[in-house]
């Protein structure tokens, strides 16, 4: 039988569960957490922002300069580039053949966006919830309808 990995996350905490069959249930593979996500804004950056003239020709007056990403919405991208590489990990150690996504629509985006191909290809569902706070079996309880048609 095949093993499947469950990752239950959100944007500074995740578990990955291994799951072999119901009687089983969810065994801890690991566990990570990115307090750095959970600061305010204004601890992670350094200072202000820089500012720029917008007209070098007029005596317009310099805009402050907007960053593309804030730095919580960098440390939540970090934290998921990081969660991929843990398993693209587990991907090339053979340590699973089937992937379950639990995470918010945001975060579960973010953690897309990261993971190569082939850890995309074993993904067989994705649920949009955020169940870091639920301990293991409630969380296998929350989660039977969804995984258990997939295990064999």
């Known amino acids: 039988m095949e093993n499947m990995w469950v990752?239950?996350?959100?944007?500074?905490?995740?578990?990955?569960?291994?799951?072999?069959?119901?009687s089983d249930g969810l065994k801890l593979v690991s566990e990570h957490l990115h307090p750095a996500s959970r600061m305010k804004g204004e601890k992670l950056?350094?200072?202000?922002?820089?500012?720029y003239m917008e007209?070098?020709?007029?005596?317009?007056?310099?805009?402050?300069?907007?960053?593309?990403?804030?730095?919580?919405?960098?440390e939540i991208d970090r934290?998921?580039?990081?969660?991929?590489?843990?398993?693209?990990s587990g991907r090339?150690?053979?340590?699973?053949?089937?992937?379950?996504?639990?995470?918010?629509?945001?975060f579960r985006g973010l953690l897309n966006k990261h993971m190569?191909?082939?850890?995309?290809?074993?993904i067989t569902q994705q649920v949009?919830?955020?169940?870091?706070?639920?301990?293991?079996?409630?969380?296998l309880g929350q989660l039977e309808p969804v995984l258990f048609p997939l295990v064999s």
């Open 45 to 51: 950056a350094s200072d202000r922002p820089g500012t």
């Open 116 to 122: 190569n191909d082939q850890v995309k290809k074993l």
């Open 79 to 88: 934290f998921a580039h990081e969660l991929a590489g843990t398993l693209n």
């Open 92 to 106: 090339t150690a053979n340590s699973y053949g089937k992937l379950t996504i639990v995470a918010p629509p945001a």
């Open 7 to 22: 990752l239950v996350a959100n944007g500074s905490e995740a578990r990955v569960f291994n799951l072999t069959k119901r």
């Open 128 to 139: 949009d919830k955020d169940y870091t706070k639920v301990n293991e079996r409630e969380l």
């Open 55 to 74: 007209d070098s020709s007029s005596m317009s007056t310099g805009s402050a300069y907007e960053e593309p990403m804030s730095p919580k919405e960098y």
